[in-house]
Nanobody
């Protein structure tokens, strides 16, 4: 069992930055690929970014590429999402999720995207 708790969300002006954190419980965290997803009001949950178990592989949605950075610290059982150059359309609840394999294949459909564990989310609001 893995429990995930996100933090770091909040209200920010367009162009600003936030850093989201996801603290994981469970000794197998370091063996799992981890991802961030988001869901805007009235929209389907969408993929944002994923990182492999060791951090050697990352992948981003086109909408956030070049602005967001995913990273992890296995010693701290934590995965991060740095959000820069934020836009109003980035407003959403951001969810951390764990994939119980070392790498993620990007072939899974919404809404669960092949993720096995989910946090409860943290709200990011970007004002114009």
């Amino acid at each position: 069992q893995v429990q995930l708790v996100e933090s770091g969300g909040g209200l920010v002006q367009a162009g600003g930055s936030l850093r989201l954190s996801c603290a994981a419980s469970g000794r197998t965290f370091s063996g799992y690929a981890m991802g961030w997803f988001r869901q805007a009001p009235g929209k389907e949950r969408e993929f944002v970014a994923v990182i492999s178990w060791s951090g050697d592989s990352t992948y981003y949605a086109d909408s956030v590429k070049g602005r967001f950075t995913i990273s992890r610290d296995n010693a701290k059982n934590t995965v991060y999402l740095q959000l820069n150059s934020l836009k109003p359309e980035d407003t959403a609840v951001y969810y951390c999720a764990a994939h119980t394999r070392p790498y993620y294949s990007h072939s899974y459909p919404a809404p669960y995207y092949g993720m096995d564990y989910w946090g409860k989310g943290t709200l990011v609001t970007v004002s114009s």
